[in-house]
């Protein structure tokens, strides 16, 4: 069972085009971490989210933090075929152990 | 330096008989964790531990164990398999239970 919902599930874009996923919980979690996973390898870290209402940008990547601590948002502006992926959120529980949506498989197209 | 290290890379079991998974940790780092990834689902915590000791449990039944070397290398073990237990089993090494873990590619288990 996923504590954490992500959506989409699936998203389909041309390239240049911008995108949002979104991950919502009914639970408040210390911090938010984004992944993503490609196939074949484990997910690889994009960022911490830690305070409520936090924006950070990793180039073309915008992560918000809800208020409450309890939602988040990633964006991608002008989106390019090496960020197809499948993008994971996870809550930071307790002794750091993880807890993940469901991902958004985002595939972006020449 | 090398990242976190899985093997084997692909596994197939038949229902019934035993498995088990190998991860040998970032030099330096004390803490894995392992997870269960089914396909189409995030994954889902198993197991953590911490200096050859188990610091946290998933929601998983006692078919499932593990255990961590002094070398904090660690193994996963499945016993009575079954069809459900087909997934991407993945390792992940940190230097502490709260620092930012770092995940392995992942062994893929297949029971038919």
């Known amino acids: 069972t996923q504590l954490l919902e992500q959506s989409p599930q699936f998203l389909s874009i041309q390239e240049g085009e911008n995108l949002t996923v979104y991950c919502n919980s009914s639970?408040?979690?210390?911090?938010l971490q984004w992944y993503r996973q490609e196939p074949g390898e484990g997910p690889v870290l994009l960022v911490t989210v830690v305070t409520g209402g936090e924006v950070k940008k990793l180039k073309r990547l915008t992560f918000q933090f809800g208020d409450a601590r309890k939602d988040s948002s990633l964006h991608i502006t002008a989106a390019q075929p090496g960020d197809t992926g499948l993008y994971l959120c996870a809550g930071v529980g307790g002794w750091g152990k993880l807890q993940f949506g469901a991902g958004t498989q985002v595939v972006v197209t020449p | 330096d090398a990242g976190v290290t899985q093997s084997p890379t692909h596994l197939i079991k038949t229902r019934g008989q035993h498995v088990t998974l190998r991860c040998s940790p970032i030099s330096g780092h004390k803490s894995v964790s392992w997870y269960q990834q089914v396909l189409g689902q995030g994954p889902q915590f198993i197991f953590q531990y911490y200096e050859k000791e188990e610091r946290g449990r998933g929601n998983f039944p006692d078919r499932f164990s593990a255990r961590q070397f002094p070398n904090y290398s660690s193994e996963l073990n499945v016993n009575a398999l079954l069809l459900g237990d087909s997934a991407l089993y993945l390792c992940?090494?940190?230097?502490?239970?709260?620092?930012?873990?770092?995940f392995g590619p992942g062994t893929r288990l297949t029971v038919l």
């Open positions: 639970s408040v979690f210390s911090s």
């Open positions: 992940a090494s940190s230097h502490s239970e709260t620092h930012t873990q770092y």
